[in-house]
């Protein structure tokens, strides 16, 4: 638990951009072996707020004081150098090099030979393994880091981060890569270095986690501090309530769609990589939502971006509305009227640098296109207005650049992408990773009207309670194998794990 003393102070901290007032008059203290945790709505200023700390931004007004002492840092580097360090939420390593490389990026030990510098690869090597082996973590310091998944990617950084010694490390979703040994498994991490009097300024939309490994929380809303609690004092219905001003008890819309006739039946199914999903078989109704449960491993995403084209099969059958249909790229897949919303938003979704209407009509841009092969810009616009307004994007203008939205803003503009091309059969693979319980609220309804409408949804979902709550049958895959059934008002999380370690139980009998 926390020592009591300040570490970090954050005073009376605004920031503006034009149209938007990020921050007002912000003030949290936080303490040197404490778990601070941070919450708040995509958009409701935390990371702004973390990019002032670290030297990202520059506040309009207000004072950070650390140990004691006023600090203004001009760039990451000066945080860095002061012991503040950060885990970001957008992994970007440098996936052509090596993992030591990655973990000593910009501050690579050397040795001299005379006047001349040279890398020293085995200190830097003994080093990584030295901090890889105090962390345990199972890394290899020569692996280049294009080979690793997504949550060895997300360990890296959290090993980087605690090998600057930092006094301060501020984790942006640091479990949202991670699986639920893994996250355990970082728990163990921070507990220790809170331990040794590190403050950790922990960001997560994930309540259970918040609960689970914080001491203090602060609750943001609209740029403004709701206030700072003891984690002891809060329950999941009063969070939900300071994040999103409104009570969401009820954190599911009702499921008033109606299953009818099947729509799609995939017959013994089977990847041609050794080791993905094997003879996988499986129907789904119009209006239908299909949940897809599964531990990391299971071969979930391999599976569904098979059935898109995306990856080739090497054997089985795909029937729509009872005709066979052969899919091998995703121009046929959208020709069968499918749509498929990705589930790493940032590296294969958006595109940061376009607007929200480049971004939004990308995926059907021949129906733009006229006779002289100019694109219709009043139809783009029309379109793009109509579908911002029926999903209630919240963005300044269509022209506004989407990498300025928030996360489920974001995912609203990629669910228009697919809506524009009227699909019958929509595939969302993780739709609400990183987005806080009010965005996933809207996106949740968005999928009920969805299958009101008569469209065939299959939801790939980490999240039990989102299985639970929004499918009408589960769909439970282990080790590339469907291992059963459970329709949806009936099951339960308990239910799930058993057919998701079913595969892994018979291993270990």
């Known amino acids: 638990m926390g020592n009591g003393e300040n570490i970090l102070q954050i005073k009376n901290i605004s920031k503006s951009f034009p149209g938007v007032h990020a921050l007002d008059n912000v003030s949290i203290d936080i303490k040197s072996g404490s778990v601070h945790a941070l919450m708040g709505e995509n958009g409701a200023g935390k990371s702004t707020l973390m990019k002032c700390l670290f030297g990202i931004y520059d506040p309009d007004e207000g004072e950070i004081i650390l140990d004691g002492k006023s600090v203004r840092f001009d760039n990451p580097r000066q945080a860095l150098d002061s012991g503040i360090s950060m885990i970001h939420q957008e992994l970007l390593p440098v996936r052509l090099r090596p993992a030591m490389e990655n973990l000593w990026l910009g501050r690579f030990p050397t040795f001299s030979i005379g006047p001349l510098k040279f890398v020293d690869h085995k200190k830097m090597y ?47 979703e640091p479990t949202s890569s991670l699986t639920e040994h893994e996250v355990g498994h970082l728990f163990a ?39 700072t609690f003891a984690s002891r004092e809060l ?215 969805l299958a009101k409408e008569g469209k065939g949804i299959i939801m790939i979902s980490s999240e039990m309670p989102e299985l639970l709550g929004v499918s009408d049958r589960i769909m439970v895959m282990c080790e590339g194998r469907v291992t059963g059934f459970l329709e949806g008002k009936n099951a339960t999380q308990e239910d799930i794990m058993r057919l998701a370690a079913q595969f892994e139980q018979q291993a270990s009998a």
């Open 189 to 227: 991490i921070i507990r220790r270095l809170r331990d040794e009097g590190t403050a950790i300024i922990y960001i997560s939309h994930k309540i259970e986690e918040i609960l689970a490994i914080s001491d203090e929380v602060s609750i943001m809303r609209d740029g403004k501090l709701v206030g």
């Open 235 to 449: 329950t999941t219905d009063n969070i939900i309530k300071y994040m999103v001003g409104r009570d969401l008890s009820h954190r599911f819309p009702p499921k008033d769609n109606i299953p009818g006739e099947t729509i799609m039946e995939v017959k013994s199914l089977t990847s041609s990589q050794p080791r993905s999903f094997r003879d996988v078989s499986f129907s789904l109704r119009q209006g239908e939502i299909l949940g897809i449960g599964g531990l990391v491993g299971a071969q979930r995403t391999e599976l569904v971006e098979s059935i898109f084209g995306l990856r080739e099969i090497e054997s089985g059958q795909i029937f729509v509305n009872g005709t066979e249909i052969v899919i091998k790229n995703p121009w046929q897949a959208k020709k069968e009227r499918f749509a498929l919303v990705t589930e790493e938003r940032r590296t294969s979704g958006i595109i940061p640098m376009r607007s929200v209407r480049d971004n939004m009509v990308l995926a059907n841009l021949r129906r733009y296109v006229g006779a002289a092969g100019l694109i219709n810009e009043k139809m783009c616009d029309k379109d793009t207005a109509e579908k911002i307004q029926a999903l209630n994007v919240k963005t300044p203008s269509s022209k506004t650049l989407i990498r300025d939205l928030s996360g489920g803003n974001q995912q609203k503009v990629l669910f228009a992408r697919w809506l524009l091309t009227e699909p019958e059969i929509l595939i969302l693979d993780e739709p609400t990773r990183g987005i806080d319980v009010g965005a996933k609220y809207e996106i949740y309804n968005i999928i009920i009207n």
């Open 126 to 172: 003994n080093d990584s393994m030295a901090l890889f082996k105090d962390l345990n973590m199972d890394i290899n310091p020569n692996t280049w880091v294009r080979e690793f998944s997504a949550s060895k990617i997300q360990s890296l950084e959290i090993a980087k981060a605690v090998s600057y010694g930092a006094k301060v490390i501020i984790m942006d």
